[in-house]
């Protein structure tokens, strides 16, 4: 069995689970309160179907790293760790960064699209409400793609995890 891993690498890994865990409450709360009015015609996030995937993924993604900050936590405090955990680790990070990275993806591909049809139909300057509506939406994307950042970081710590324990 390979030893424990350092105390600095523990804490890098609590303070990355802290940021994906920020980044991601931030980027849902950017989100949600998105709505802009054209007219008469009030317009929500969730009218368009690409923000209730980047919403669906970030709060996927938000459980999943409060269960991990709470196990990393307890790791942290009583420094028991068992091969549950270092599984745990390597497969949901890899599953929920790749759900996160299309979340963000996703945001980034249909704001781009909308706002260029929304220029094209109304001359669109940057006090107008819908470049708000819009760059509310490159926000939130932003937001997803950082904590993807972290979670890519910490998958590449449960990797290695797992090598040094297989060896």
């Known amino acids: 069995m390979a030893p424990p891993p350092p105390v600095s690498l523990k804490v890098v890994n609590l303070l990355l689970r802290v940021l994906t865990a920020i980044f991601l409450v931030i980027s849902v709360i950017v989100l949600t309160t998105n709505s802009v009015t054209i007219g008469s015609i009030k ?3 969730n009218d368009v179907y690409a923000y209730r995937y980047m919403l669906a993924a970030a709060v996927i993604g938000l459980i999943y790293a409060v269960i991990q900050l709470i196990f990393t936590i307890c790791q942290f405090a009583t420094g ?3 091969s549950f955990n270092y599984q745990l680790d390597f497969y949901g990070d890899k599953l929920v960064s ?3 990275a299309t979340g963000s993806a996703a945001g980034f591909g249909v704001t781009k ?3 260029d049809a929304f220029i094209a139909l109304v001359a669109l300057d940057s006090t107008d409400p819908v470049d708000e509506f819009f760059s509310k939406g490159y926000a ?4 997803l793609l950082f904590a993807f950042l972290c979670l890519a970081v910490l998958s590449v710590f449960s990797s290695l995890a797992i090598a040094k324990r297989s060896l």
């Open 43 to 45: 317009f929500h996030f």
């Open 80 to 82: 028991v760790t068992n």
């Open 98 to 100: 790749y759900l996160v």
């Open 113 to 115: 699209d909308l706002k």
């Open 140 to 143: 939130s994307a932003s937001l």
